[in-house]
T-cell receptor, first 112, second 113 residues
């Protein structure tokens, strides 16, 4: 089955700096790559996703890039704010498969 | 308000005492699934359901059962809980299955003594 690896496991940045979280996947059939944000005491919530026919997608301060050849995708958060502090999960899935495969999570702390 | 509701949110129980964690969604989603979250292991799928009466195993189904008798409900059953099932559990639903947004509940923290 698919294997998704996520790095780093923890990340601390100063407010206003950028944060980058990276994921790799193993199955070349994967074609959908969402990112979820989990705030303390809550369930994960989708913040951005990308499909395999697109190399980059942006939504305000958040962007995701996908390199299908290298089988990796990354989350970029610019101008970080304290409210960006949370655990972030990447995931992969594919049409015809049966589930999402999640990374192990990155705990992001934005220091004011 | 669109939501996935889990109950109980917190539970402490003892080994072998059967328990059920309920999950209900009000979005008319066909796809529902259960995950457990453990430190360093991320989210691992336990069971999923593509529709009523259609369920299948995820990556870590041992010790769990599910049923899908109605579209909105997808309970997780632990017939004989053991300490290694101490975890944070999430129910999720989606209108598009595994290639679209998952809507998660707020989680159920289970401790088995």
């Amino acid at each position: 089955g698919e294997n998704v690896e996520q790095h780093p496991s923890t990340l601390s940045v100063q407010e206003g700096d950028s944060a980058v979280i990276k994921c790799t996947y193993s199955d070349s059939a994967s074609n959908y790559f969402p990112w979820y944000k989990q705030e303390l005491g809550k369930g994960p919530q989708l913040i951005i996703d990308i499909r395999s026919n697109v190399g980059e997608k942006k939504d305000q301060r958040i962007a995701v890039t996908l390199n299908k050849t290298a089988k990796h995708f990354s989350l970029h958060i610019t101008e970080t704010q304290p409210e960006d502090s949370a655990v972030y999960f990447c995931a992969a899935s594919f049409w015809g498969g049966n589930q999402f495969y999640f990374g192990t999570g990155t705990s992001l702390t934005v220091i004011p | 308000e669109a939501q996935v509701t889990q109950n109980p949110r917190y539970l402490i129980t003892v080994t072998g005492k059967k328990l059920t964690v309920t999950c209900s969604q009000n979005m008319n989603h066909e796809y529902m699934s259960w995950y457990r979250q453990d430190p360093g292991l991320g989210l691992r799928q336990i069971y999923y359901s593509m529709n009523v009466e259609v369920t299948d195993k995820g990556d870590v189904p041992e010790g769990y059962k599910v049923s899908r008798k109605e579209k909105r409900n997808f309970p997780l059953i632990l017939e004989s809980p053991s300490p290694n099932q101490t975890s944070l559990y999430f129910c999720a639903s989606s209108s598009t299955g595994y290639t679209g947004e998952l809507f998660f509940g707020e989680g159920s923290r289970l401790t088995v003594l």
